[in-house]
């Protein structure tokens, strides 16, 4: 079953009835780099994650759907705001004191 809901980059993608897996559709298939993460249901009352990228999201989740929003939410914050640029100056230079 594959769930596109708010955003057509990311897709639940049901494995079997206790997986599921989050692609990122900017990628083919067949490309390593789709496979987001893999989800397995843990107990009923929650799943756990499987991050297949360097994510600094949650390992557990009370529900699939709230994985599959996490990377939305990570994914829109990410590109929220343009980089800062950082002023480049010279390191500032020592002057000695006159007398020493």
Request: include cysteine; hydrophobic fraction near 35%.
């Given at each position: 079953?594959m769930?596109?809901?708010?955003?057509?980059?990311?897709?639940?993608?049901?494995?079997?009835?206790?997986?599921?897996?989050?692609?990122?559709?900017?990628?083919?298939?067949?490309?390593?780099?789709?496979?987001?993460?893999?989800?397995?249901?843990d107990?009923?009352?929650?799943?756990?994650?499987?991050w297949l990228?360097?994510?600094?999201?949650?390992?557990?989740?009370?529900?699939?759907?709230?994985?599959?929003?996490?990377?939305?939410?990570?994914?829109?914050?990410?590109?929220?705001?343009?980089?800062?640029?950082?002023?480049?100056?010279?390191?500032p230079s020592?002057?000695?004191?006159?007398?020493?």
């Amino acid at each position: 079953m594959m769930q596109q809901d708010q955003d057509p980059r990311f897709a639940l993608i049901e494995i079997s009835a206790q997986s599921w897996a989050i692609h990122d559709l900017h990628y083919p298939d067949g490309d390593h780099r789709r496979v987001v993460c893999r989800i397995y249901a843990d107990t009923p009352a929650d799943v756990e994650v499987l991050w297949l990228r360097d994510l600094p999201l949650a390992l557990r989740y009370p529900a699939v759907d709230d994985v599959l929003e996490s990377v939305r939410q990570f994914q829109n914050a990410s590109r929220a705001t343009r980089p800062i640029p950082i002023p480049h100056r010279p390191p500032p230079s020592v002057r000695r004191r006159e007398g020493r």
